[in-house]
């Protein structure tokens, strides 16, 4: 059987070296528009998270079986359709990410100074698509919404020393701007309260060990959690304690005057109304904030209005509320309202042949380890498929030989993960001279110069 895979972020690769390992003669195609692999784990992961990235390294491995080939520098949707991919393979996994981001829906938002989560991190990380960024760091102040994992990293790559971004393979362009940054203090805001936020406890403890950086929070956010959190399961009562000791501590450390050059704050029950524009009416000078009450309790509350509203002054707004998943091909059935391709253990409704795995399957949430396990059940589907006799593989297909075709016709050449190595080593070699472990390459088109194409 020829089974196609669309993306090579950790869902596509996952769903490929499921398959391999339990099929003995199962081939797979993975397909990336991009000319380079491993989607968010290259594009998403932190700089300074470089143990996160190991997994590169068991990609790879896949990516280097016989039974597997990569295709780079070819868009689904655009050069070559799913249709015609049905044709050219007995199954098609869809498992392109999320490759948008959710909106506030509120005035002001398109104002100077305020940036999606997902463009600030693509910004930093070499995401070809956001390398003109060039966000203003001019102001004191920084205001993220949101209470994730990629709200933390931000804050910590705002306010990290110079010299520890200066190991990591940040970009150039983005470390030679936090070098100007006049940023000193982050706000965190989030709609609920502290047991709801949704960033990790190692996440938390980076950003409370952060050198010269001090946390402000209060201690006032944080009374009658005690009994709240006892019955919480132990990552939740963990997580909860461990900024309970921090808002306390620090409360000593303000009476004692221990002040640090940079700071950053959780802000809880705040929900944004509007960004406020500068004098000019050009750019963002603060953001208003409604406070909410919550109602009900745990991971299921609902932050509701009080109808008191506040002020707070920044001249960054990043919001970090979710990515979203976009429709692929007029062929593929999609839920614009959730944002995913509507399925059944990974089976696309309705198209026999056609799967999804990763955030386009359940929505954009989870680590690498949760996308491994959704991409494992995905696999697991197409390979009862294909044992159960619901996939027939009686017609032979012809997998990238059709492909090929169609591509040349369209004047779309894909790189290979040979190519891929060639660029790879140019990045490394560029890190080398620069005391880096990479410099990335964020213009494709100088990618595609490297391999001579």
């Not at 968010?40 to 039974?67: M, Y």
């Not at 990380?125 to 994730?148: F, K, M, Q, V, W």
């Not at 091909?329 to 995913?340: C, E, I, L, N, W």
């Amino acid at each position: 059987p020829r089974v196609c895979v669309v993306g090579s972020g950790p869902a596509g690769f996952y769903t490929a070296q499921h398959i391999l390992k339990h099929h003995g003669g199962a081939l797979v195609d993975i397909y990336e528009k991009l000319p380079v692999p491993f989607g968010l784990v290259r594009f998403g992961v932190a700089p300074d998270h470089p143990e996160v990235k190991n997994v590169i390294n068991t990609f790879t491995q896949t990516a280097q079986s016989e039974r597997c080939a990569y295709y780079g520098n070819v868009t689904v949707g655009r050069d070559v359709t799913v249709p015609e991919l049905q044709r050219a393979y007995h199954a098609v996994v869809l498992s392109y990410g999320a490759e948008d981001n959710r909106v506030l829906g509120i005035p002001g938002e398109n104002l100077a100074g305020v940036y999606s989560a997902r463009a600030f991190v693509g910004w930093y990380n070499g995401l070809p698509e956001n390398r003109g960024l060039r966000p203003d760091l001019s102001c004191e102040t920084a205001l993220i919404l949101g209470h994730g994992n990629v709200a933390l990293d931000i804050a910590r790559i705002l306010l990290s020393p110079l010299q520890l971004l200066r190991k990591t393979d940040i970009t150039d362009s983005s470390l030679a701007a936090l070098a100007c940054s006049k940023v000193k203090r982050v706000w965190l805001v989030g709609r609920r309260g502290p047991l709801q936020v949704a960033f990790t406890i190692k996440e938390l403890r980076e950003m409370i060990n952060l050198p010269g950086a001090r946390a402000v929070l209060d201690p006032a956010d944080f009374t009658g959690l005690e009994s709240a959190v006892k019955d919480a399961p132990r990552p939740r009562k963990r997580l909860t304690e461990l900024m309970m000791k921090a808002a306390l501590e620090k409360a000593v450390e303000v009476q004692t005057g221990a002040a640090a050059p940079r700071e950053w704050g959780l802000k809880f029950q705040r929900s944004p109304q509007a960004v406020l524009p500068s004098a000019d009416g050009r750019r963002a000078r603060g953001v208003r904030m409604a406070l909410t009450r919550l109602e009900g309790s745990g991971d299921s509350a609902k932050a509701v209005p009080t109808g008191d509203v506040e002020e707070l002054e920044c001249g960054l707004v990043l919001s970090s509320i979710g990515y979203r998943s976009l429709p692929l091909d007029p062929a593929v059935p999609f839920d614009s309202r959730r944002g995913v391709i509507p399925n059944s253990s990974g089976r696309v409704e309705g198209v026999p042949g056609l799967y999804c795995s990763g955030w386009v399957k359940r929505g954009p949430t989870g680590v690498i380890i949760t996308t491994m396990n959704d991409s494992f059940d995905t696999a697991q589907s197409v390979l009862e498929d294909l044992q159960g006799g619901v996939l027939d593989v009686s017609p032979s297909r012809e997998g990238f030989g059709l492909v090929e075709s169609i591509l040349r016709s369209r004047g779309v050449r894909p790189v290979s993960f040979s190519d891929w190595q060639k660029i790879d080593a140019a990045e490394v070699a560029r890190g080398k001279a620069a005391g880096k472990p990479r410099e990335k390459i964020v213009d494709p088109a100088e990618m595609l110069q490297i391999i001579g194409h």
